[in-house]
Every structure is written in structure tokens, then in C-alpha cells.
């Protein structure tokens, strides 16, 4: 029987990976692939913005990282276009998401990054089972708030750790803290670290870049480093990244 290949990775590239010993090895030689699904019913909350991220994190510490675009928008895919290098980015039907992901995890992926598009439907409660970690980005204003409980009742009924993620934030603002207070006063978990607005997110992915290439100094691209290092330690992923300063604040 032949292994199902994702539609857009390349032989080249698992030629690649084969040479650094990843593609080949049976299950019980290989780690297995870990999955986190961005969901969120509202949109604008930066999905895609932390998908992209999380999976470059990735590639950059050495792991080998993919992305499906379950998003009819596709806005991963056309970051992807313009990009043209790892990490893979596929689109597909949601009703195709466990033929992508065994095809994913079958052709040599370390983590998996699904980024679903702005519905608490059905397409995103198959993509929240399929996570060994939901994260859900939310930004700190009152309507987004109101409109999360969709989501976090579609993780609860996935039965998968789920994490509120607070992003497009703005920078010493009060709202942030008093938005923590109130999500875990209803009992949602709150990640340790927020997602700030900053100009390198929107400038960096014009070109198919992220943060950490755009300005890896920066304090977005620290931003998400940290949030990357804390998430493999949520799904037990080596971080390969010694050098993170791990900060809450801007």
C-alpha cells in the first residue's frame, strides 16, 4: 500500500529529509508528530498570523513543520506562494484533514500547525481533535470576548487542552489584564504570554516572511519565540531554543 503524500510537498525536499534521517523510520523509530489547531470564531483574532509563526518557529529550531490551510480565504496558502520555502502549507477540505494529517506525519513532520477559518463549525471541531493542543487567539475588546464562548465550548466538547491566547493586543494597555481576570474568572485557561500589535507581524509577512526573519531581535519576534517555547512544552516538544527570554509584559 503507498503512503498518501501531502499535494504540495515536494520529493526534493523529503529527499532532504530523508538525508537527515527523518522520512523512512518506522513509528516506533520516529517521534511521534505533534498537532496544534488555531481556532477561533472570530475573525481578525490572527490565526493565521500565529499558525505561520508557530510552524517557521519551528522549521528555524530545526524541526520539520507544515501547516493546513483549512481557511477558504486562504490566506496561509497565499503567505505560502510568495514565500516559497518551508514550512509546506496545504488547502484542503476539512473532510480530507485525517487523510493531510497521516500524510503529514507519514512523510516526516515534527509538528503540525491547522489554521481553520473563523466558524465554530464542524470543520473546526474535527480540526480540535485532531490537536494535541487548541489554541485560541482572542483580542481584548468586548465583542471578541462575548463571541468566544463559541469556541471554547467546541474545544470542551473536542476533549483536547485548550488554551485562550490573548493577541492583537494593545501595548501597556490595561485591557489585557482585566481580559486575563475575566476569561479565568469563567474558567477558560489563559496562556502565560500575549501577542502585542506590532508593525514587524504586518510588515513581515508581505513577503512571505515572519517576525523572527523580518527583525529577529524585535520584540514581536520575541514575543513569539516565547509563545512557541511554551506551547512544545504544552505538546512535550523539544523547543530548540535555548535562548529565549521568557517575558509576560512589553
Known amino acids: 500500500m503507498s503512503i498518501p503524500r501531502l499535494p504540495r510537498f ?27 489547531a488555531i481556532i477561533s470564531q472570530k475573525g481578525g483574532a490572527g490565526k493565521t498570523t500565529l499558525a505561520v ?3 517557521v518557529c519551528a522549521h528555524l529550531a530545526g524541526h520539520r513543520s507544515a501547516v493546513i490551510d483549512l481557511d477558504p480565504q486562504a490566506t ?16 484542503d477540505h476539512a473532510e480530507r484533514l485525517p487523510f493531510l494529517t497521516e500524510a503529514a506525519k507519514n512523510n516526516g513532520a515534527d509538528l503540525l500547525v491547522i489554521d481553520t477559518a473563523p466558524n465554530a463549525d464542524r470543520a473546526s471541531l474535527m480540526a ?33 487542552p485548550a488554551w485562550v491566547l490573548l493577541s492583537s493586543a494593545p501595548v501597556r494597555s490595561p485591557l489585557v ?15 502565560p504570554f500575549v501577542l502585542h500589535q506590532r508593525v514587524a507581524f504586518s510588515h513581515s509577512v ?19 519565540r516565547d509563545i ?21 509584559s512589553a
Open 228 to 248: 512557541y517555547a511554551w506551547a512544545c512544552k504544552e505538546i512535550e516538544l523539544d523547543s530548540r531554543l535555548p535562548g529565549s527570554k521568557m517575558r509576560k
Open 128 to 160: 480540535a481533535r485532531a490537536a494535541d493542543l487548541i489554541l485560541i487567539p482572542c483580542r481584548p475588546a468586548a465583542f471578541d470576548l462575548d463571541a468566544i464562548a463559541a469556541t471554547c465550548d467546541l474545544a470542551d466538547l473536542a476533549r483536547r
Open 10 to 36: 515536494q520529493a526534493t525536499r523529503f529527499a532532504k529529509l530523508s538525508a537527515r534521517g527523518h522520512v523512512g523510520r518506522s513509528s516506533s523509530q520516529r517521534e511521534d508528530m505533534k498537532t496544534i
Open 177 to 191: 489584564e482585566e481580559s486575563r481576570l475575566g476569561l479565568e474568572a469563567d474558567g477558560r485557561r489563559v496562556a
Open 76 to 91: 496561509a496558502r497565499k503567505w505560502a506562494d510568495k514565500r516559497r520555502d518551508e514550512p509546506e502549507v496545504v488547502g
Open 206 to 224: 508581505i513577503d512571505g516572511r515572519t517576525a523572527m526573519e523580518f527583525e529577529p531581535f524585535g520584540k514581536a519576534a520575541g514575543e513569539l
Open 53 to 55: 509563526h508557530l510552524a
